[in-house]
Each structure stands twice: as C-alpha cells, then as structure tokens.
C-alpha cells in the first residue's frame, strides 16, 4: 500500500532546491529510518543528483567506512521510474550527468553473530559511501542533515519499523511560511511495518516557531485539538494521517536553506523499562525568503543539522561559544559546549567578515573564518569545510523571566522532572537567584550545588562551587525549544570571573 507513495514522494524530493549548490554529489534516503529485527532486511530508497556543471562518468556507492556499528550486508540496485529494479544494476557502477538524478533500492540486514556479545540492539547510522569522477575530477556525496540514514536492529524482539512520509501543499519538500499570515502547512502519512506499538509524535522546529499536529481521517479534518506531541497505538500493518501546522515567530527571518533549516518529525516507541524505537522524518522550512540588510552579527547562529545541533553563539563582548544540543526520546534536551573564544569583526559594503581564534583549553580545535552577507542574512563558515547558517537569535527576549531547573553541562535529565533538583530563578529585569549542580561534582550522588545570586551582566556571586567566588559576570543565552513532552526552554548560564569560564544549562519545565 505504501510502496507507490514513498516511490513517488522520493522522486518528487529529489533535490529540485540545490540547483544553485556548488557542483556537488548530492544524497537523499526515503525513509530515513529503519528499525528491524535480526537477520532481516529492511529497504530504503537512495537518490542521487549531480547539482553541478560536469557530467560524471563513474559513480559507485557502496558500505562507508565511516558507518557507525559493525558492517551490515547490503544489496543495491538501480530503480526506475516505476519503481522496478532495473536487471543488471546490482553493484555497478554508473554515470551521472549534470543536474541528473538515479534512484537506487538499497537492503541492509544484520547478520546474527552482531548479538553474540549480548547486545540486544545496535544502532548503525551514518550514509553509504557514494564517490563520482570524472576526468581529472573525484567528489564524494555531501554529508548534511538530510544525507544520513538510521538504521537500528533488534534480536530481543520484532520492534515496530513506523515509516513516515511528509509533503507540503507545492509537493516538493519545502514548507513554505506565507509572509502574511505567517503560517505553513505539512502532511504526514506512516505506516507500522513492524510489531504492534504506543507511539508519541513530536516535532522539532527552528527557534521562534511553533508547530502543532493532530491526527486526521481521510479528508483531513482534524480528529482532536492540535497540540505539540500526540499519543495514539499503531498495530501492524496500521497506517495514520498527521497534519502540521508551522507559525512564523515575529523575528524569525528564515532563508531558503533546505539542509539547514527544517522541521523534523519524530515517532517514538513509549515501552516500559526503556525509550523503545524512533522513527522520523523532515522536510525544509523557509519564509520566503524576506530578504533585509543585516545590522549584527551578535546572537545565535545555527547549522546544518537536526535538533539545533551546532550553533555559534556570538557575544556583544567579542567572545563566542559553539555548542551541540541533543535530544534523546522521553528525556529533556541538553547540550555540550565544543569550543570557546574570541571573534573580531570587520564589515564591508557586501558582507561583516569574522576572524575567530579558539581558548587554549580547546587546543584541538582551530580557528574559523564566516562572512555575513549583508544581502539575505546567511552566515558562511569555514573550518575547513564551508558551512552555510542562519540567524536564530539577536537578544534575550524577558519572555525567558521564571524558574529553571540546574543541571551540568553535557547532561540530560529524564522526564518527568525531579523536584529535588535545585532551581535558578530569572526575573524579567534580569536578576540571578537559586542554586545549580556544580559541573565539576560527582553527578551520581547529585554531589554539591552553588548558590548563586547576582544579575546577567553581573556582578555574580557564588557559594559552594568549585568555582565559587565573587566579581564574576553572568551572561544568559537562549538554546531552543526542547520537543520533548516536558515542552523544556533551554537556557545556557556563562559564568566568568576573568580567568576561569564556566557553563551552566537551565532547563524550565512546562509548569513554571
């Protein structure tokens, strides 16, 4: 039943929106998650496009040495039109001509001897290897948000595989927010091909946007209330219909950027004992593209990734914090700080150009260079891969005034939230007070918390910390909405006392 759908959206998403990319391999998988039982297969599509200007003359893909897991088997052949393989496709190698797209059906199963160590699932991920040449030219697939495929299997029992497919009203895997009313609709139809399941629906947008679903019948009438998350049991073989409704946030200014900014869908198995299964799918979001000049570069800037993954976060002080978030089934978000430094800026008619230089405790990382181009707004990084990013922050809205729950950095807490942990208080006007986990403590026995008052900008004080003291200042920045159930705001709390820099997250409950 699914089969012609999922043919037909992949040929539709087959990159029609990178027509003005670099000349580049591009990759897409449909779906983009697979959740399956030991020693059987499970089949996805791959479409590959040449956005460049050079025909390629050999293209292979094959397993990626870079694939996360033990190896799996794997079996590939070319697909047609109507989605039949073609005979005599299997492992070859093929051409690609420019702005050419080729469909493939890949199987990937994993053989049994993965499980005798005792694991009762693994998780495999990253992308198959895809290379082209042509004479005197060699590129390999981009690896981009979109680009990975997911593939978990289980030898404890058969767990549910739910494939979902998402579409917008113009069928080319875009979301378009009208700029007057601020609104963009998606559709969502998925299937159970696994074991019976309770599933929660969750959605991840940019930040300043809202996206609410409900289930739908036939016709699209909305069966309940639209809401953040949805609940429902999906038996074998049972399929659903989601409509999505985005919101445009009065200072979200979102390009068109289709491996960057996107909304994501995510099916998550409930199970006692444990987070199950998750299956998910996405599709681009942009406003169409509202192009204004651009008076800073200071706030926070995201990448190219799912859950808000690695934002740059550039200070009025001329310092700056990269930081990853994560988002893990049934938990609140958290984050992990990657690098800390400091930036200068210089602007231009066209464009502000950055030069940034890493702290000393982060040895391993370089600096990087970015230009904001006055034009559209978008930043593009080097680190010696180009990285293309939008603005998703410019300052500290006093909407962020309440009651926040103090945990490490690089933790997550679990749902629902302890009572017993410490809270930070943050007032409208700016004002610090409560008390946090202290980062340098023994996380199993909660170890010891600080007390902390004082006001962003400081001056803060501290009392039973590690780093405690005071004359520090406090500077507080938005991370992003968690799509957990707890609907989480995340906070991210710099201390710095001049010499020593320390980060902090709060996480609000949907209670406060």
Known sequence: MFRPILIAIAFAMAFPAFALAQAQLLRSYLPATRTIYVGEWGTVFVALTNSGDVDFTSCAIGRD????????????????????????????????????????????????????????????????????????????????????????????????????????????????????????????????AGSPADVTFSMDVIADMQALACLTDSSGTCLAPRSET?????????????????????????????????????????????????????????????????????????????????????????????????????????????????????????????????????????GFTATVRRSDGLMIRQTGVQHRAFQIDASLPTALAGEYIGIPEGRSISAPLDPNYPRVTVTANGQISGSFIDSLSDYADRGRTCAITGSIGGPVTLNGCAIAGAGHSASLHVIEDSADSQSALSLYLVLDNGTIRREFGLHAPSLR
Do not use: K
Not at 251 to 258: D, H, N, Q
């Open 65 to 192: 040495g870079l694939w996360q897991g033990p190896t799996p088997d794997i079996d590939l052949n070319e697909i047609d039109i109507n989605g039949a393989i073609i005979p005599g496709t299997r492992y070859q190698a093929f051409s690609l001509d420019r702005g050419q797209t080729r469909h493939f059906l890949l199987g990937l199963r994993a053989p049994a001897h993965h499980f005798d160590g005792g694991a009762t699932s693994i998780e495999y991920g990253g992308a198959v290897y895809a290379v082209c040449g042509a004479p005197g030219l060699a590129v390999e697939a981009v690896e981009n948000s979109v680009s990975v495929l997911n593939f978990s299997v289980h030898s404890d029992r058969r767990p549910p595989d739910i494939i979902p497919v998402i579409v917008s009203p113009t069928a080319d895997g875009v979301v378009r927010i009208n700029p007057q009313t601020g609104r963009g609709v998606a559709a969502i139809a998925a299937i159970n």
């Open 230 to 366: 949805l609940s429902f049991r999906m038996e074998t073989g049972q399929s659903v219909l989601i409509s999505i409704l985005v919101t445009d946030g009065p200072t979200t200014r979102t390009p068109f950027l289709p491996a960057t900014a996107r909304l994501w869908a995510n099916f998550d198995e409930v199970r006692e004992g444990g987070s199950g299964t998750r299956n998910r799918t996405s599709i681009a979001l942009t406003d169409l593209g509202q192009d204004q000049p651009l008076d800073s570069v200071v706030g926070q800037w995201r990448f190219g990734s799912d859950y808000g993954n690695n934002i740059l976060n550039l200070q009025e002080d001329g310092r700056y914090i990269t930081f990853m978030s994560f988002h893990v089934a049934g938990q609140q978000a958290g984050f992990h700080a990657v690098s800390m430094g400091r930036y200068t800026v210089s602007a231009t008619a066209d464009a502000f150009s950055l030069t940034a230089t890493p702290d000393a405790e982060f040895p391993t990382y370089t």
